[in-house]
């Protein structure tokens, strides 16, 4: 079983629509990253958090530590919100090392 | 600030040769990381430098490859002999020194070992 886990694989949405991805993970962590792909382009971090929620425009970012999950939300979706989405962990302790989710494909259509 | 930089974008080589892929990090940033993308695996850390020193090569598949950082400001991936299966794109990121600092990605290199 992947340390970290994304759900779900692919998303199809609406322009305007409300849009949910989940990360779960099985290790203690002390920060959970989420990261933007568009297709055969770089990766851009979004957030990087260890508690509660932030926000950044139209992307809200929430972890519950106890329940090792965290979501990723994207209020009015756009078409150039079109991209791959991957969660990453980061382990306990002084370590920096960066644990990848499989990523969340989503499209979204006009 | 320019990001981090990396050449070259694109690399196509034969099996058997020599490749070098290079990355500039992000000015001030004193840990920088080599990661590693393909279709069936995802994102996998190679190696990461702290301070221009290796820290942690666990990721590195094999003898073949091999990292360096001479100073802050560079460092190289090379993978002596390639062989088709190390065709991926490789992303180098970059990290101010504290454990609670997002990391920089580079553009990437695509390399593609015929």
């Known amino acids: 079983k992947n340390e970290v886990e994304q759900s779900p694989q692919n998303l199809t949405a609406q322009e305007g629509e409300f849009i949910t991805i989940n990360c779960s993970y099985s290790v203690g962590i002390s920060a959970l990253h989420w990261l933007q792909q568009h297709p055969g382009g770089g990766i851009v971090s979004l957030f990087m958090?260890?508690?509660g929620k932030k926000k950044h425009g139209r992307l809200i970012a929430t972890i519950n530590i106890q329940e090792k999950h965290s979501s990723l939300h994207i209020t009015a979706s756009h078409p150039r919100d079109s991209a791959v989405y991957i969660c990453?962990?980061?382990?306990?302790?002084?370590?920096?090392?960066?644990?990848f989710g499989k990523g969340t494909l989503l499209t979204v259509n006009p | 600030d320019a990001g981090v930089i990396q050449s070259p974008r694109h690399e196509v080589t034969e099996m058997g040769q020599e490749v070098t892929l290079r990355c500039k990090p992000i000015?001030?940033?004193?840990?920088l990381f080599w990661y590693r993308q393909t279709m069936m695996r995802g994102l996998e850390l190679l190696i990461y430098f702290n301070n221009n020193v290796p820290i942690d090569d666990s990721g590195m598949p094999e003898d073949r490859f091999s990292a360096k950082m001479p100073n802050a400001s560079f460092s190289t991936l090379k993978i002596q002999p390639s062989e088709p299966r190390d065709s991926a794109v490789y992303f180098c990121?970059?990290?101010?020194?504290?454990?609670?600092?997002?990391?920089?990605f580079g553009p990437g290199t695509r390399l593609t070992v015929l």
């Open positions: 958090l260890s508690s």
């Open positions: 000015s001030g940033h004193n840990s």
């Open positions: 990453a962990v980061q382990r306990g302790g002084s370590n920096y090392k960066l644990t």
């Open positions: 990121a970059s990290s101010l020194d504290s454990l609670f600092n997002e990391q920089f």
